[in-house]
């Protein structure tokens, strides 16, 4: 999950941690340490014979963990709002996104000193000195204190939970502000093991904590034109391999969930498991996002043998259907529409998704930087080439996301680069340029690879956000072609 989270595309994960080591470090919080140091201290302090001032170490520790707890509970209570209204910039993501571009940049002038905002450098304060210090109190103290740090803090931490509402999702959003809480608090737990030496060592070196302010406003500036520009765009690319799907819109989740499509087996017959590299092979018959789903893709039979031991139990269940007691009458599921779309390939033929109703549609989202979709691509060339190369009644196609000048939040390399990987690896299928995302919007794809099967009537007639196996590959198509048929 984090082998290459020091590369550049995942360099603001780096970044934000650093930022929230730099606010630690910053004016506000440095001079005020030997102040909550006492009071984490507590009775823990000591002084002997020759004056020298002493702390129990496992006193202020056990006090500093739940100092730390408080201040990261007050950042991910910040981090939870940002990324809730994260869901409501969504559709709007390039424009939000460079505002807050522009936003995290002019607070980087501002903590560089180069921008002035006095309503950011209005203090506010917390008095409490109690007598002896307990857990819930430093708890409280952590979670008070994060509050009257906002003169230095406030556009460091700002800028992360702008970061975060403009996230591919909530995990992005919380995992940004754990870095910047992770950053900020370690600090803390070393005060808490070498709470002595350390205090005995910023005494001395108070001078250049000024210079930490500016430092950290070049971080936040750094972060602003990364995020403007499009390269703060590596987040997106790296959460989507670890990303589950909706795979539906989520207004037809509720009347998915319970929809075979097409699956001949019984109902009884698809609570089995399939799985490909470690991630489920989801249907419409699983709630999208739930972890106790486990279901596969209509058309994979690896359960068929589930069938004749169930046997008995459907014919009783048949004959009890026969007495006035049960009066219980199967369900037609309902058919949702494919999402129509007009695209061009890498040979420059048009594709209207519409106009191969009659046919069955393989549709697979990929992407040049996702293992399994380049795993699994020779064998999307062997059913392309074996169904007929689009001649005859399967199509196959690949969608692509390129990113470009206009549309550089988009999840692939550029158009010419995805042609030139296809051209490397002998990949003759066609691939459609979705170059707006809008296709790749309306089919909420936030996992790759995810297949699409779409029925002759141009129906969906189900998915799966993982690597599929030419089997399964196989079994799906002809089911697909078998369900129409019937």
Known sequence: MFDNLVSLDNISFVLVFLEGLISFLSPCVIPLIPIYMSYLA??????????AITYRQKTVFFHTVFFILGISFSFFLLGMAFTALGSFFKTNQLLFTRIGGILITLLGLFQVGLFNVKFLQKERKFRFIPDEINPLMAFLMGFTFSFAWTPCVGPALSSVLILASSSKSALTGYLLVLLYTAGFIIPFLI????????LNFLKSKQKILKYTVKIGGLILILIGIMTFTGWMNGISKYLNKISRPLGVKQEQQTDMADESYGNPTDKSDTDASGYANNETVNEPGATPYDPEAESILPGDNSNDDLSENNSTADSASNNDADSPNSEQTEEVPPKFPAIDFTLKDQYGNEHTLSDYKGKVVFLNFWTTW??????????IEKIYNEYGKNQKDV???GVANPSSDEYPYNQDVSRDEIIDFLEENGFTFPVVFD??????????????PTTFLIDKEGNIYGYAAAMLTKDIMDNVIRQALQATEE
């Open 42 to 51: 507590g009775n823990a302090k000591h002084t002997d014979e020759s004056g």
């Open 191 to 198: 005060l808490g093991l070498f709470t002595t030496q350390v």
């Open 370 to 379: 996702c293992p399994y979709c380049i795993e699994e691509m020779p064998d």
């Open 395 to 397: 199509i196959i196609l």
């Open 435 to 448: 170059e707006t995302g809008q296709v790749t919007m309306d089919y909420f794809i936030s996992a790759y």
